[in-house]
């Protein structure tokens, strides 16, 4: 699979190496994360899964749906999202995303946004028990490419498990196959399958995380690509690898080095982004430069820029050395040694995202480390976070 970048106009031998550095980079970065020879960077369209006599909610279903698609992605696919599945099933017919489980239905949308390959799952009651059925489809011809089955009892959790031994079986047969229980196996060897099973899926997806982060650190050094380039190959990475990665804080402090000309600083120990100026100002590589706007609470919760928002009371509290069980002893910023070595000797005032009242929202005052309710339509200092689990 050929990926195509632009970049920026240069001329000579020269500039068409760092062109080709910048193509391979994202190829390794977008198509070489997955362990599994099948996934090779494959694009695939996961469609909702289909409820048949489960009784499952469709809050359920979407969430089996999110984890499915996290599952592929840990085998190395790159998944369509499904926003964009079901824009594109509005624009061309009309008809509800969740009603969308015929497969010649799922095979048009699937080619509509230039998916490779499209996974149809099915959750279907047998007596008390479910089964777990998927089915790959190959979109070029149109045909069934591989398919896999998992039981459980009927209850989320079970179903969960379900669902990643269908995804292995799916993805890995020729080690289904021989984890597979013989006629002569006794319970222990049935465990000691489904162990030698865990281990390799474990050490697969080790090895694809190890890959995937050895492409985005060299990406993130490489001067010829943008900087908006390398700081979307880490998000991708981070929201890629969001649970139980050993590279998170090396990610975190990368992006954290990349933004440094915006302004963000990382608060220790936490996922939070802090703008290091209050709004209206702009860091100039020593100290806050410009003028402090002071916004009522209305417009402040939505003045802070794309990807920030206005930060919430407790994230405001967890930087002025509060006591941890009451949260109202709290010291002033240029006595909290998160607060003074991020905002320096900040006195100011800030709105906290929280609405108390009709009329009230809480405000923290940087300069006694209180947090108070007070009056929304008084003009107040706004400072801004973003977080990467915000959505």
């Not at 920030?308 to 509060?322: I, M, T, V, W």
Request: proline share 3%; with cysteine.
């Amino acid at each position: 699979m050929i990926i195509v970048l632009k970049t920026r106009h240069l001329e000579g031998d020269k500039a068409m190496k760092k062109g080709l550095i910048i193509v391979l980079a994202w190829m390794v970065f977008f198509s070489g994360m997955g362990p599994s020879l099948a996934a090779n960077g494959q694009i695939v369209a996961v469609f909702n899964v289909e409820d048949k006599g489960a009784k499952l909610t469709l809050a359920t279903l979407d969430r089996l749906g999110d984890y499915l698609a996290t599952l592929l992605t840990a085998h190395g696919y790159q998944v369509i999202p499904r926003s964009s599945l079901k824009a594109r099933l509005a624009e061309q017919r009309k008809e509800s995303y969740q009603r969308c489980y015929d497969q010649t239905c799922q095979i048009e949308i699937g080619r509509e946004v230039a998916a490779q390959k499209m996974l149809s799952t099915r959750v279907i009651k047998l007596g008390s028990k479910c089964k777990v059925t998927m089915t790959f489809f190959d979109l070029k011809k149109a045909t069934s490419e591989a398919g896999a089955t998992a039981s459980s009892d009927c209850s989320p959790d079970a179903i969960v498990e379900s669902f990643e031994k269908a995804v292995n079986s799916l993805i890995h047969p020729e080690i289904a196959k021989t984890v597979a229980s013989g006629p002569g196996d006794s319970d222990y060897d049935k465990l000691a399958r489904r162990v030698e099973l865990a281990e390799r899926t474990e050490h697969e997806q080790t090895s694809s995380l190890r890959k995937a982060w050895t492409a985005v650190k060299k990406f993130s050094s490489l001067k010829s690509a943008k900087r908006e380039e390398r700081i979307a190959a880490i998000k991708k990475f981070l929201a890629d690898f969001h649970d139980d990665n050993p590279y998170l804080a090396k990610a975190q402090l990368l992006l954290i080095k990349l933004r440094a000309n915006t302004g963000d600083v990382l608060q220790p120990g936490t996922k939070l982004i802090w703008r290091r100026c209050p709004l209206g100002e702009n860091w100039n590589g020593k100290t806050c430069a410009g003028r402090k706007k002071m916004l009522p609470w209305e417009l402040a919760k939505s003045a802070c820029p794309d990807g920030y928002r206005l930060p919430k009371r407790d994230e405001f509290l967890s930087l002025l050395d509060c006591d941890r069980k009451s949260l109202k002893s709290c010291h002033a910023c240029e006595d909290s040694s998160y607060c003074q070595s991020m905002f320096f000797r900040d006195r100011g005032k800030y709105w906290a995202a929280e609405k108390v009242s009709q009329n009230k929202a809480w405000l923290v005052g940087f300069d006694s480390g209180l947090s108070v309710v007070f009056d929304q339509n008084v003009p107040i200092y706004v400072r801004c976070v973003m977080s990467d689990t915000d959505k």
